[in-house]
């Protein structure tokens, strides 16, 4: 089968990426600057995962992220602007500079989340895939997970009660090829961490190119058609590549020099605009697109430096409904 | 005569009145649906709900309540059942990082209205990984609510306000107790959290109690009147909110406190207790906070064995005439 996207949606992913990956240079500078506190796990190189995803999910659908999850937070509408005033302690942050970089999160998106405790959400998932079927809604939700959650207990609870209640959830792993600093084969058994589990579940699994937008967004399109018809998860692992290392303090020596060199050359930028090359685009709008992203990125950057710091009074309050944090009479 | 009625079929009264008023409550857990849950707490919900709603699941701790979670942020309002409380160790992420900060950590931006049932405490025989008393644990994290009844009206009115709760909540049910008869809760029975109970008054002296050590600590206050003795005992309900205004107001009456708790003195609750009096309370006192509470000893399997770690009626008489005459 042959992925197809139109030129039009094709240009728009292609420069949604694109302000992402900016964003993450932006937040790697701002860290070095002092600007921007505590650690970052950026995306860069992990675009087409994020924004293939969200083309082809409805805007009610509910995505599930991990610490690595700045791309799938803009991917589903959180701007740039606020992202980076979370990550920078400003009151303006997406989520009041409570969550910080591993937390981003827009609820109002169907965003819910990011989660710093490696596996944790894909029972979540499941669990907002197990709502949605009750409610009657036909949403699907998607937990994006790397390839270092295939080995964790919930990975595994998750897949399997997903699969006996036949819930309209998609697993989707980003392998990046490296759980933190170790490759992810010598700590696994199994070629494809992700996918190769999945029938041990009962489940249809896919490896995909990760770095080809349209092939991610066709990918996770049957996929939630096959959920929003009752026919269960599926679980998906798109090959990618971290241009940065794990985390702020990685410089990812660990990683062969030639391996660096052909994950590059597929950067998932290069990918989309090749596309839009062979569907005619012509380079000019190309690049527009490209300089409209960069302009987005300046602009959020010049936003949240300008915003307020976090306002001391926000740390005693959402942590009861009410707005409080009162425990006692 | 009011109607009696036992503590088990409580939770399961408590449950269906809240399924019958809201259709977005449901349950899951293990053995919860045709087999009526283990300590038959949940006999009876299947029949009249169906399978939609009460569903059983794997031996998966971490999908049961990680499920509950994403679906309390989705609109569905659901019970999870840990069987016994020694087993939130095995999903203790989602209560310890990921339920009680979520509402905190993305600025209030989600909600997570769910509870967790789980059975608890010792007093059974049920050995070192089936006995404990856990609640120690959920107070060590900010962000939870936590309740603990002691009789089959409160399991019906505090099982209501927890599942009304927008906040999580955890609900620990004590199996020492869940063959206990007392009266029914009448219809639209509700009891707010954080309202601690009289449980007997008196003037002599407070025990504060909790869950299985309320019973033990009213015995304990029925041998002291023998001798003319007043004790005075507060039910305090639930840990989070803790209502230490009732406990506080009832040591300005008696100014002694002796504190009744299941699990280890070793990072007890009854430490917050006696912390918060010997600060906001000292000048009420005439003798020091005491605590009867568990030994720092995994449970022991023999009653005998069994019976020196927690708390007795025994123990607690015992240390109310210490008092007395300290």
């Known amino acids: 089968m042959t992925a197809t996207m139109e030129a039009p949606e094709l240009l728009r992913c292609y420069e949604q990426m694109a302000v992402i990956r900016g964003t993450e240079k932006a937040v790697h500078d701002l860290f070095l600057a002092g600007l921007v506190k505590g650690t970052t796990h950026l995306a860069a190189g992990h675009e087409a995962v994020a924004v293939g995803a969200s083309a082809a999910l409805r805007p009610d659908d509910y995505v599930f992220a991990t610490y690595r999850g700045h791309h799938h937070a803009m991917a589903r509408g959180a701007t740039p602007a606020e992202c980076l005033a979370e990550l920078m302690s400003k009151a303006t942050g997406v989520c009041k500079a409570k969550g910080g970089s591993m937390h981003l999160t827009k609820a109002s998106a169907g965003m819910l989340g990011s989660y710093a405790i490696v596996g944790a959400h894909l029972p979540l998932a499941a669990g907002a895939a197990w709502s949605a079927r009750l409610r009657g809604t036909s949403q699907v939700a998607v937990a994006f997970f790397g390839d270092g959650a295939t080995n964790i207990g919930a990975f595994h609870e998750a897949l399997n009660l997903a699969s006996v209640w036949s819930l309209p959830v998609l697993f989707i792993c980003e392998n990046n090829l490296y759980m933190e600093y170790t490759p992810i084969g010598s700590v696994t058994a199994a070629d494809h961490p992700a996918a190769d589990r999945a029938a041990s579940y009962r489940l249809p699994s896919e490896v995909i190119d990760g770095n080809d937008v349209v092939v991610v967004a066709d990918a996770v399109g049957r996929a939630a058609e096959r959920a929003r018809a009752g026919h269960g998860p599926t679980v998906l692992e798109a090959q990618t590549y971290r241009h940065f290392g794990h985390s702020r303090t990685d410089p990812a020596s660990y990683r062969p020099a030639d391996e660096v060199a052909e994950w590059l050359s597929r950067d998932p930028l290069d990918v989309a605009s090749r596309r839009l090359a062979e569907a005619g685009v012509a380079q000019a709008d190309i690049s527009a697109a490209a300089d409209r992203a960069a302009e987005t990125v300046a602009a959020a950057v010049a936003q949240a430096k300008a915003a307020d710091g976090a306002d001391p009074a926000q740390a005693l309050t959402d942590v009861w409904a009410d707005g409080g944090h009162q425990w006692r009479t | ?326």
């Open chain 2, 1 to 326: 005569m009011a109607d009696l009625m036992t503590y088990r079929d409580a939770v399961a009264e408590g449950l269906a009145r809240e399924m019958r008023r809201d259709p977005a409550v449901v349950c899951l857990g293990e053995d919860i649906g045709a087999a009526g849950g283990v300590f038959k707490t949940t006999v009876g919900l299947l029949d009249e709900f169906g399978p939609d709603r009460v569903r059983d699941t794997p031996i998966s701790e971490q999908a049961i309540v990680g499920m509950a979670m994403g679906a309390a942020m989705t609109g569905i309002r659901p019970v999870a059942e840990i069987m016994f409380s020694d087993f939130l160790a095995c999903c203790w992420d989602y209560l310890a990082n990921e339920i009680p900060k979520m509402r905190y950590m993305t600025g209030g931006q989600v909600t997570v209205p769910l509870v967790v049932r789980t059975a608890n405490g010792g007093g059974l025989g049920f050995g070192a990984q089936h006995s404990q008393a856990v609640e120690n644990w959920a107070l060590a994290v900010p962000g939870l609510k936590i309740v603990a009844p002691s009789t089959p009206a409160d399991v019906v009115g505090l099982l209501a306000s927890a599942v009304r709760s927008d906040d999580p909540v955890v609900f620990f049910e004590h199996k020492g107790l869940f063959a206990s008869r007392g009266e029914a809760a009448p219809e639209g029975h509700v009891v707010p959290l954080g309202e601690a109970a009289i449980a007997r008054p008196g003037t002599d002296i407070t025990v504060v109690a909790l869950a299985a050590t309320v019973p033990i600590a009213l015995a304990a206050a029925e041998e002291l009147a023998a001798g003319g003795v007043s004790a005075e005992v507060i039910d305090l309900r639930c840990l989070v909110p803790l209502d230490m205004a009732t406990v506080l107001a009832s040591v300005g009456r008696t100014s002694r406190l002796l504190i009744v708790e299941e699990n280890p003195y070793q990072g007890g609750w009854g430490g917050t207790v006696a912390s918060i009096v010997a600060d906001e309370g000292f000048e009420l006192l005439d003798a020091p906070p005491r605590r009867v509470a568990a030994e720092c000893v995994p449970l022991p399997f023999a009653d005998a064995l069994e019976d020196e770690v927690i708390p007795t009626t025994a123990k607690v008489t015992a240390a109310l005439r210490a008092l007395l005459d300290y």
